[in-house]
C-alpha cells in the first residue's frame, strides 16, 4: 500500500537521524513528508540534505513560524498528494522505531474496513516498552478519561505513531484544531463523528513491540495542566454539537 508519512520537526537537530528514516522506508512504497514547524536551529539544513539525496521519497514542507505539532501535522497531510492509500503521522525522535511500519501497514490489509490505526504503548511480557514510571502512570489517568469521554475501549491515545486511510486523514485533518497537546483525543472525536456506527471495526489499536523515551523532549510539567484544559474544551465542544439539531 503507497504510504506518505509525515513527520513534524521543531528544533529537532540534536535528536533526528534522518538516515533512520530513509535506510527503513528506501525501495518501498513509502514517502517521507519533513515538516518543519518554525525551527530556528539547522533543522531546516539537516532535512534538506536529506531531502537532496533522496529525492525519489523524501519531500520537505516548511512553516515560516512554529505552529505546534497538531497543526504541522496537519499541514503535512493536507499537502501530501491524492495519490496514496494510507497517510500517517511519526514522532520524529523515533521513540517508536520504523521496524513497527511494515507491520501497522499489513494491518489494514488484513481489515478492509479499517480506518484508523493507533501505535499503543502496553507493557507486556516480551515486549520493550521503556518511559518515565510517572509518565507512565500520568499517560494511564489521561488515557482512561480519554476513553471515557470517546466511549472507546482506547489504551493508549497519545503514543506519536498513527495510520489512516488516505480519505479518512484528508477528512478528520481538514480543519484546525482546538486543543494543542491532545489532538490525538480530537482526531478520535472526529472519526467517531464522520464514521458513524461500528467505531471498533475501523479504529485498531497496535501494540508496538519497542518503544523507547527519548532525552529532550518538549514536554514539561506545565504541559500536562494545558492537557487538561484542552480536555475541557474537548468537553464543551462535544457539549455544542450535541445542542446542534
Given amino acids: 500500500m503507497k504510504t506518505c508519512l509525515v513527520i513534524p520537526c521543531y528544533n529537532e537537530s540534536k535528536r533526528i537521524d534522518t538516515a533512520a528514516f530513509t535506510r527503513a522506508t528506501s525501495g518501498r512504497p513509502i514517502d517521507l513528508l519533513f515538516v ?3 525551527s530556528t ?3 531546516y539544513a539537516l532535512l534538506s540534505a ?3 539525496a533522496h529525492p525519489d521519497h523524501v519531500r520537505i514542507l516548511r512553516l515560516e513560524e512554529n505552529s505546534g505539532k497538531a497543526e504541522a501535522i496537519r499541514a503535512g497531510v493536507c499537502s501530501a498528494a491524492d495519490t496514496y492509500d494510507l497517510i500517517g503521522f511519526w514522532d520524529a525522535d523515533l521513540a517508536v522505531p520504523l521496524s513497527e511500519l511494515p507491520g501497522m501497514i499489513a494491518h489494514f490489509t488484513r481489515h478492509p474496513g479499517l480506518r484508523c490505526l493507533i501505535a499503543s504503548r502496553v507493557k507486556l511480557m516480551g515486549y520493550d516498552i521503556t518511559r518515565k514510571w510517572y509518565r507512565h502512570y500520568i499517560g494511564r489517568a489521561f488515557a ?3 476513553s471515557i469521554y470517546l466511549n472507546l475501549p482506547v ?3 497519545q503514543c506519536g505513531a498513527k495510520l489512516f486511510t488516505a480519505a479518512a486523514a484528508k477528512t478528520v485533518f481538514a480543519q484546525p484544531f482546538i486543543t494543542s497537546w491532545i489532538f490525538d483525543v480530537e482526531l478520535l472525536m472526529r472519526l467517531k463523528r464522520t464514521l458513524p456506527g ?3 471495526s475501523y479504529i485498531h489499536e497496535y501494540p508496538v513491540l519497542h518503544w523507547k523515551e527519548v532525552g529532550g523532549s518538549k514536554v514539561k510539567l506545565q504541559h500536562y495542566f494545558i492537557a487538561i484544559a484542552d480536555f475541557f474544551k474537548l468537553i464543551i465542544d462535544a457539549l455544542t454539537h450535541r445542542k446542534k439539531p
Fill in 144 to 146: 482512561t478519561a480519554a
Fill in 198 to 200: 461500528d467505531y471498533e
Fill in 50 to 52: 536529506c531531502a537532496a
Fill in 41 to 43: 536551529d539547522n533543522t
Fill in 155 to 157: 489504551y493508549d491515545t
Fill in 36 to 38: 518543519d514547524d518554525g
